[in-house]
């Protein structure tokens, strides 16, 4: 008998390996997908698919085999190509999502040996990394494209207009020269898929045998059932009329893990009753079809039948395309999909609108036909099914000659996200005629259940296609949608906006479709159609003169990438149960502004799981209590310290300049979603009160002194070993300290292990994460564009404590008002940094702390000042450029913009930045529906602490007698290639291979005192103390090697009195800022940049595709250009997130709603621009640090704002048409709905916001 634990819980946390990893548990980010391979009896074949093992209930593996990234490849013995050609083409940083990626690519190549570039493009899309920006996981898997295939990357953008064809092709262009560059084929394994492991004969004689009898997992809390046949399955629910019949467990499987729903028995489907059979009036799918299997039958459909019998199976495959990954299609059925009753879900629509049948079965009623409609639906989760019936099949009709099919959805993310409207709709009309003879149209997303606009569809029969038809319907439409100011979802005028402007496009559509059959309809202004679509990298070369064998400033592979792309590389959770080992799990509060505080230990992690979900809380409330940053200046709620820098005589600029301007940007939080949640796990030695960490921290030395302080214990007795971090991004330099403490505590107290490991929903709550951001300026200029004055104050959601922001304040947290001018002089200036006190969660460090928040606020400045003179900001932002060979920052540290300004007009014109502009014009005037916009800005930033003290790095270097080489340091490994950089330091100067040095782990006993791996400063301090142990080592050894020059290293060191081979070192620039005084070396340096971008934007529905992005970056000599364009990739698709896509929703009682991937959306594949060009300046120098090197860590994010500022222009652009200003707000992020409702047209104007105080809001911009 299994275990409760091991009947609905996942496959994931059986398979006893390491590569499968844990990122959500609920299908939303792919890093646990498998193979799963089964017999198929109907067909005779094996089928292989991907699934996500954390939705995959063990038991329902029966029969199937299993592959993990373990079973196709190993570093011990022979790695598969797939794994290979990921970490050759430097597709694996921080290495946590690679066993998926490599999972994904790898059943592809199983089903078809030579896929296109569209394969891959879907085989990924249930995958997501947050630190590459997927350009080289592409880039190593397009080598198994045919070359004839590879030029299809996005064909649906491809097909849409010519120029985006152009653009894709030149897309693959850049990528076939980045692999000639970083990679090269000539030494990869070839693909050879008799090497491919066999599915068990055993099983394969199972398959082919009839099952005889059901089967039954009985545990301690939860049965599961498979009956034998349907038969046996109508009884089954005859006796357990509440038992859910599970099939892909996509909607049941995320209900029990993420929220603890119970279902003591369920009824699970192995048996596959009825597939497809085509009828004479259409295709009948089975119910337990899964959706790749719906998705393959239509495809085969329209490909094999007369284009006017299929445009329903065209309109369901325009939703298909775009409904999760393949991992969810392969495992999600299409009656799951209907029964599940959830609006967002997006068949029930087009289904409805098809008029389509299901079968439905009892034991005691037989089978009877219901149609799918609204009426099917009686509240959300829930159908008229009796609790009886099963779900036997869906006829999903042919479509008839004068009908016209269209399904429409609108997600936060292009792909792989829930809808947040869907809809489906058909016409048919008299024949040969414009006259309707029948309407039908069904919207999923403005209520709790389907809604059929019967009213609307009812009044417009009889009527003719033309804009009569269209104005009623747009009314009708408005009066027939309800949908509360206060609804549950929140976007009210969104949503309903997005109703009319759906029904447009189908008007559209449907009128270019009668036009083509030459029926007598309204002319078409061209420019409309537009409303009908759907929407290089020349690396440094070391000189000639450099060794082949010195690796620095070449493109090294990632050094653990091997063992990453094979899962062997180690993260803390994969560290093996110990004896008696604990579970620690949080219990956190659901009320802001209350005293609480608990956690709970356990024998299991399901066990502490379901304790905690038992916990039941009494709160001491806190009053009043108050969220936003609004909120808090009006309770002049403030953290100490206040920061002000100022410069020049703000007064007199006022009062001299032609123009002055106020107004505020408000810009959202970003939660970091690292793949890897954070955790430890505590080990107490026993002895002398000694504790041993094993923790995901980015500053050990900080983890091990908070714990020390919390149990009394000396920092001598702890020992933190990091071995690498799933990624990081700044989220784990502090909150992991408090994590630790309460961990180790319970480890102490029972004297047991203890392992804590958060669960993604929790890490969300618990951790939080960037700081949201208001902006308040006052802003004087000249007509000519000349900006003589700003003065702003940054206000910044610190949450509510200081813990945090405090240590980060004096750091970095005031990075916004030191990033204030970034490449701008303005002679007059005055800054000021509040960090609000609220009763939120406290925000933390990520990624440019503060700068790309500081940075995007002047961004916006100089934009309305282009506008308010009627000037294009190119022109505006090179008037008001640092241009002086020698320049003082509003700071007064001295620096030369020579650099920055070459990236700015190299970046112009590697991006034909003029030309394009206008191309982009022409594009606008000829479509009214699809709008283009371009921006470009130069980017100048700060890289290390402004405290001097934290810019110190350490390393010991341990030289052994073999001659083999010990590697440690104060950094940590999470992503961004510090090892492998290291590695290369120490090769270098020791004059070693590569292969012959290591490094282990990080870890206080070896190297004390560390400061964090942060501030794009980690590489830099660890580099040089590299740098400085090896140069000191071989000072030592030089007068032997010298007296012996013909000897080996080996012979070398082994001469040599051992002890003498270690050396810690600390190197530290001296940074620190005077506030007092407004003056001081802030920096160490500043890294340069600029970048250019272009997107499209659909102005009916606020979808946006970014088009082309052209970076160059200023590095100074990289020390390695494939990690260096690796960081400025994935820098600058985290910030398309943070500008773009990536929304944290509050309730009013401030807790927040989006807690995990199906509600927040990071930039998937989808989002990565099809031409993007990351260049790095030639002949940069940087006499300041590692090697002449840069900091590259954190500046690319804020380059991401060119797409922001695209955005903005393409909205501009659609607001002058309509005659409105060119001036109007835009918060960041610029989601879709930002972007449809600052597009006011006919349609937003139905949807007027309601007043305020007049409704309660469903979320609030902290
Ligand atoms: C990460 C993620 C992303 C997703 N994205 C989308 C998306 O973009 N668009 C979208 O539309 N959907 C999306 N889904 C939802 C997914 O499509 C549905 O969960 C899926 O189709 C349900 O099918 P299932 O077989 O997994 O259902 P299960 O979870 O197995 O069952 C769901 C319900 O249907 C009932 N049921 C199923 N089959 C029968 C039957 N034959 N007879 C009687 N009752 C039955 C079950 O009893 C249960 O109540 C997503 C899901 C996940 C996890
Ligand atoms: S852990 Fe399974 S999809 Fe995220
Ligand atoms: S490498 Fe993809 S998440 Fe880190």
Redesign the pocket.
């Known amino acids: 008998m299994l275990s409760q634990n091991h009947l609905h819980v996942s496959l994931l946390y059986i398979v006893l390996l390491t590569g499968t990893k844990y990122g959500c548990g609920g299908g939303g980010c792919g890093?646990c997908t498998v193979m799963v391979s089964k017999y198929d009896q109907l067909n005779n074949r094996v089928l292989h698919y991907t699934v996500n093992a954390c939705l995959q209930p063990i038991c329902t593996l029966h029969g199937a085999a299993v592959v993990t990234v373990e079973g196709i490849g190993s570093t011990k013995t022979k790695l598969h190509p797939v794994q290979e050609r990921i970490a050759k083409a430097h597709?694996?940083?921080?290495?946590?999502?690679?066993p998926g990626?490599v999972m994904s690519m790898y059943t592809l190549l199983r089903n078809k040996p030579h896929p296109t570039m569209e394969d891959i493009r879907e085989a990924l899309g249930g995958n997501?990394?947050?630190?590459?920006g997927y350009r080289p996981?592409i880039d190593g898997f397009k080598t198994f494209c045919d070359v004839s295939n590879a030029f299809n990357l996005f064909p649906q953008a491809s097909c849409l207009i010519q120029s985006t064809c152009l653009l894709t092709k030149m897309h693959m262009f850049s990528l076939l020269i980045t692999s000639k560059h970083l990679f090269h084929m000539d030494n990869v394994l070839p693909l050879d898929p008799s090497q491919d492991l066999i599915f068990p004969p055993e099983l394969m004689i199972m398959g082919k045998k009839r099952a005889c009898g059901s089967l039954c997992f009985q545990g301690d809390r939860l049965k599961l059932i498979s009956p034998v046949d349907l038969t046996n399955l109508l009884e089954l629910k005859t006796e357990y009329p509440e038992a859910p019949v599970v099939v892909g467990n996509t909607t049941i499987g995320p209900n029990m893990q993420v929220k603890g729903v119970h279902h003591p028995l369920t009824i699970y489907l192995f048996v596959i009753y009825l597939l497809c059979v085509h009828v004479h009036a259409g295709v009948s799918m089975g119910a337990v079809c899964t959706l790749s299997s719906l998705k393959e039958e239509m495809e085969r459909a329209v490909r094999e039948m007369e284009a006017e019998r299929t445009r329903g199976y065209q309109a369901l495959l325009q939703t298909l395309r775009c409904l999760a990954g393949k991992q969810i299609r392969n495992m999600a059925t299409i009656g799951g999909n209907i029964l599940s009753a959830n609006p967002k879900y997006d068949l029930n629509s087009v289904l409805a609108a098809l008029d389509c049948t299901l079968q439905v079965m009892s034991k005691e009623n037989g089978t009877r036909a219901i149609t799918l409609n609204e009426e099917l639906f009686t509240g959300f989760g829930k159908t008229v099914l009796r609790p009886d019936e099963v779900l036997l099949s869906i006829d999903i009709p042919y479509s008839k000659p004068w009908e016209f099919v269209s399904a429409f959805r609108q997600a936060q993310r292009r792909e792989f996200a829930f809808s947040i409207v869907n809809a489906g709709m058909k016409v048919l009309f008299r024949e040969g005629t414009n006259i309707v003879e029948s309407l039908n149209i069904y919207y999923g997303g403005v209520g709790p259940t389907l809604v059929k606009v019967g009213r609307t569809c009812q009044k417009l029969v009889g009527r003719s296609w033309g804009e009569e038809l269209l104005a009623d319907a747009c009314r009708l439409l408005e009066e027939e949608v309800e949908l509360s100011d206060s609804a549950h979802g929140g976007k009210v005028e969104y949503r309903k906006t997005l109703t009319t402007s759906f029904f447009f496009k189908f008007y559209m559509q449907v009128l270019q479709e009668l036009r083509e059959r030459d029926v007598n309809v309204c002319l078409l202004p061209l420019e409309y159609l537009s409303a009908l679509n759907v929407c290089l990298f020349p690396l440094q070369l070391v000189s000639n003169a450099q060794s082949s064998q010195d690796p620095v400033g070449h493109p090294m592979m990632h050094q653990a990438a091997f063992h990453?792309a094979t899962g062997e590389a180690q993260y803390y959770d994969d560290i093996p149960a110990v004896q008696g080992e604990l579970f620690v799990y949080m219990v956190t509060s659901t009320r802001a502004g209350s005293l609480f505080d608990c956690f709970w230990i356990a024998e299991s992690r399901e066990q502490a799981r379901r304790a905690a979900q038992m916990v039941k809380v009494t709160y001491q409330d806190l009053l009043p209590v108050f969220f936003t940053i609004e909120e808090a200046i009006q309770h002049q709620s403030f953290f100490d310290p206040k920061r002000k820098l100022e410069r020049g005589d703000m007064d007199k600029a006022f009062e001299t300049v032609d123009q002055i301007l106020e107004d505020e940007i408000y810009l959202g939080g970003q939660e970091h979603f690292?793949?890897e949640t954070q955790g430890l796990i505590a080990v107490p030695k026993g002895e002398n009160g000694e504790l041993e960490l094993f923790v995901a921290s980015q500053h050990s030395a900080y983890t091990q002194e908070v714990v020390g302080i919390t149990l009394g214990i000396d920092s001598n007795k702890i020992t933190c070993h990091v071995r690498r971090l799933?990624?990081a991004f700044g989220g784990k330099v502090m909150k992991i300290a408090s994590l630790s403490a309460i961990t180790a505590t319970a480890a102490v107290k029972t004297g047991r292990p203890v392992r804590c490991v958060l669960e993604r929903g929790d890490d969300m709550l618990i951790t939080s994460g960037r700081h949201p951001f208001l902006g308040k300026y006052k802003v004087g200029y000249n007509n000519d564009g000349t900006i003589m004055a700003a003065d702003i104050t940054y206000y910044s959601n610190g949450g509510c404590t200081l813990n945090e922001s405090l240590a980060v304040s004096l750091l970095r947290a005031l990075n916004s008002i030191l990033c204030m001018t970034q490449w701008l002089s303005i002679p007059n200036l005055r800054g000021r940094g509040l960090v609000c006190k609220t009763y939120l969660p406290s925000y933390t460090a990520f990624r440019g702390f503060g700068g790309p928040q500081g940075l995007m606020v002047m961004e916006s400045v100089l934009h309305e000042v282009a506008v308010k003179c009627g000037l294009p900001p190119q022109k505006v932002r090179e008037i008001n450029m640092y241009r002086e060979e020698e320049c003082y920052t509003h700071y007064k540290q001295l620096f030369s913009p020579r650099d920055m300004l070459r990236c700015w007009d190299e970046c112009l014109d590697k991006a034909g930045y003029h030309d394009r502009l206008q191309a982009i014009q022409q594009f606008n005037t000829s479509n009214r529906w699809k709008k283009r916009g371009i921006s470009a800005v130069p980017m100048k930033f700060g890289v290390g602490f402004s405290k001097g003290f934290f810019n110190q790095g350490a390393a010991l270097v341990n030289i052994y007698k073999d001659g083999s080489v010990l590697v440690a340091h104060g950094g940590t490994e999470m992503?961004q290639g510090i090892n492998t950089k290291a590695l290369q330091i120490a090769s270098h100067i020791l004059k070693v291979p590569m292969s012959s040095i290591h490094i282990k782990e990080t870890c206080t006993g070896n190297v004390p005192n560390a400061a964090p791996s942060a501030a794009s400063f980690g590489t830099d301090a660890v580099g040089m103390a590299v740098k400085d142990a090896c140069e000191k080592l071989m000072r030592r050894l030089k007068p032997f090697m010298e007296n012996h020059p013909k000897y080996t290293w080996q012979q070398w060191v082994i001469n040599q009195h051992p002890p003498d081979y270690n050396k810690v070192n600390m190197m530290g620039p001296h940074t620190d800022m005077d506030w007092e005084n407004s003056e001081g070396p802030a920096y160490y340096y500043f890294t340069f940049g600029a970048c250019c971008s272009e997107v499209e934007i659909d102005c009916l529905t606020g979808d946006h595709k970014n088009l082309r992005t052209d970076i160059v970056m200023d590095v100074g000599r990289s020390l390695n250009p494939a990690i260096d364009i690796g960081q400025i990739e994935?820098g600058f698709v985290q910030g398309i997130g943070l500008y773009t896509i990536e929304e944290l929703q509050f309730s009013l009682e401030g807790v927040l709603m989006t807690r995990g991937p199906s509600q927040y959306k990071i930039p998937a594949l989808c989002d990565v621009p099809p031409q993007f060009n990351v260049h790095l300046l030639a002949n940069a120098q940087n006499p300041h640090a590692i090697y002449r090197s840069k900091g590259i860590g954190e500046p690319p994010v804020f380059l991401a704002s060119t797409i922001f500022f695209a955005i903005k222009e393409a909205v501009a652009a659609a607001r002058r048409e309509r005659g409105l200003g060119d001036s109007f707000p835009l918060s960041s992020p610029a989601t879709a709905e930002r972007i449809r409702m600052a597009c006011e047209d006919q349609f937003t104007e139905m949807a007027p916001s309601p007043e305020k105080g007049t409704f309660k809001p469903w979320s609030i911009n902290i």
């Open positions: 890093a597709g694996s940083q921080c290495g946590f999502c690679t990626m997501l990394c947050r630190c590459t996981i990453q690292y793949m799933g990624g992503g994935g």
